[in-house]
């Protein structure tokens, strides 16, 4: 028999929830700044249904209700269910694909009269709950290829619905999950990769216009910072997923010297293109990898030589990537990030008044509702995307350092409760929280400060929209009911 540890109510982690509510007030309010203009002097109006005060306040509501009705749902039936959930949102988002009208050249709203619905944003529950139904799985493991292919499918199913629903920013939040495979087991050769290819891609494109200075022929810093990243890349797996040091201070002192040597050659004895002999030790790394695999009988360093040719030809793919698949505004906006075009008016335009709004706001604020960059609705999506530029303004520095120290605490709360899970589906449920919370926060936070691209994503519990809100709350209280089960034992 299962035996009974305290009520569910006694079990719930309240430090969770309250956080939970103390961030959705503090959007609520940041939305009713964001939204009021000097002209409006009924405070009641911030409830009407028909302003988005009104409707965030009544989805807030929405939001509590179901949150209370999933605490009377047992962890049995949220497992049980998962896959039922999963590919009901799935074929509910690829509906939305035909049925949806075309919003700012997205399709991914359900209109209902004066109300719409953003199915993608339920998906990552549907996609959470089935991904740690999985793996709590006897037997499960992700050094097994038909298990890892299933988790693959599990996140990149929805991510491709997504897209096509033309929400690059929300398919993008389904990479989080990639940091749940890794704290269950994943190697991080994956994590690398994906992390090389970021890198690949901005230092390339970053500095593709900046040309070394004292070379009589042209050669471009971007290309040649991406060889040596790629040979500091190859050596640090060398030594630290092949175990192989001795290999991995040969390969560093050989690209070193012979980097050195062919720079100083070509800038004092006779002229020549020094990125040549980089492609050439990049030839040389992989064959001396293969030789040292073949005779040590290492097959981790095949892997590592892999690396580097498929590092090689994925950056020479960037560039036709950049200018020939991404559209017109992505190139710009990706531009605008590296600094290689100032784009004010333009793709430029809503970083460049969010930073107005918060730099306008100084230490302690303008108040609350006295925010004049957003009063003047300068920034365009400032209760949605862009709701964190409302709080630097009227709140200033210390406002806002406390919103990010409220996140904080917030995620790392969802930490401590995913850690202390007795089995894998507690476990991966609360760590895909972490992953989807923390992309949002802190992807969000970064493009208003232009620091990350402008991707379009919420955010939690600030930015408007009944969807995402509620979404978020799903998610939340499913784990919280989760958590008040984790001390009972069959």
């Not at 306040?57 to 949150?67: I, P």
Request: proline share 2%.
């Amino acid at each position: 028999m299962e035996k009974q540890r305290g009520s569910i109510i006694q079990s719930l982690d309240w430090m969770t929830i309250a956080l939970y509510a103390a961030l959705a007030v503090m959007g609520w309010m940041a939305i009713c700044g964001a939204g009021y203009s000097y002209i409006d002097t009924d405070i009641w109006a911030f409830f009407d249904l028909s302003e988005r005060t009104g409707k965030q306040a009544m989805w807030m509501g929405v939001s509590v209700v179901v949150g209370m009705v999933l605490m009377f749902i047992d962890k049995q039936s949220y497992e049980f269910s998962a896959k039922f959930i999963y590919v009901a949102l799935i074929l509910l988002g690829i509906l939305t694909i035909f049925i949806s009208k075309d919003i700012k050249g997205s399709r991914s709203w359900i209109t209902i009269g004066s109300f719409g619905i953003q199915p993608a944003e339920f998906m990552k529950f549907g996609t959470t709950l089935t991904l740690a139904a999985l793996m709590n799985k006897y037997g499960f493991s992700l050094q097994r290829k038909n298990d890892f292919l299933k988790c693959l499918a599990i996140i990149l199913l929805p991510l491709v619905v997504i897209i096509c629903q033309n929400e690059t920013g929300s398919a993008l939040v389904y990479l989080s999950f990639f940091i749940v495979l890794y704290r269950e087991g994943m190697t991080g050769i994956v994590l690398l990769a994906a992390i090389s290819a970021v890198v690949y891609f901005v230092v390339g494109i970053g500095y593709e216009h900046v040309m070394f200075t004292q070379l009589e022929q042209p050669v471009s810093v971007g290309p040649y910072a991406v060889t040596v990243i790629i040979q500091l890349f190859a050596t640090g797996m060398v030594a630290f997923w092949c175990h192989e040091k001795r290999t991995a201070m040969i390969m560093l002192v050989v690209n070193s010297a012979v980097a050195l040597l062919s720079y100083w050659t070509a800038v004092y004895l006779f002229s020549f293109n020094i990125l040549y002999v980089q492609y050439f030790m990049l030839l040389l790394n992989v064959v001396y990898l293969l030789v040292r695999a073949r005779l040590g009988r290492q097959s981790l360093l095949v892997w590592t030589a892999l690396f580097v040719v498929v590092s090689t030809l994925f950056f020479h793919s960037c560039d036709y990537v950049f200018n020939n698949v991404m559209k017109p505004h992505q190139k710009v906006r990706i531009e605008v990030l590296l600094g290689l075009k100032e784009d004010l008016a333009g793709a430029g335009y809503n970083v460049h008044q969010s930073k107005i709004a918060i730099g306008s706001g100084g230490l302690m604020g303008k108040g609350f509702l006295n925010g004049t960059q957003t009063k003047l609705k300068y920034v365009p999506e400032q209760d949605t995307d862009f709701i964190f530029c409302t709080i630097g303004e009227e709140q200033g520095f210390m406002g806002s350092a406390f919103v990010l120290v409220m996140f904080v605490l917030f995620v790392l709360r969802l930490l401590v409760l995913a850690e202390r899970q007795h089995d894998t589906f507690g476990r991966v449920y609360g760590y895909s929280l972490v992953s989807i919370f923390f992309f949002h926060f802190f992807i969000n936070i970064g493009m208003v400060l232009g620091i990350t691209p402008v991707i379009g994503i919420p955010l939690p519990f600030f930015s408007y929209g009944g969807s995402s809100f509620l979404g978020f709350s799903i998610l939340l209280f499913s784990f919280l009911r989760i958590d008040a089960e984790r001390d009972r034992r069959l």
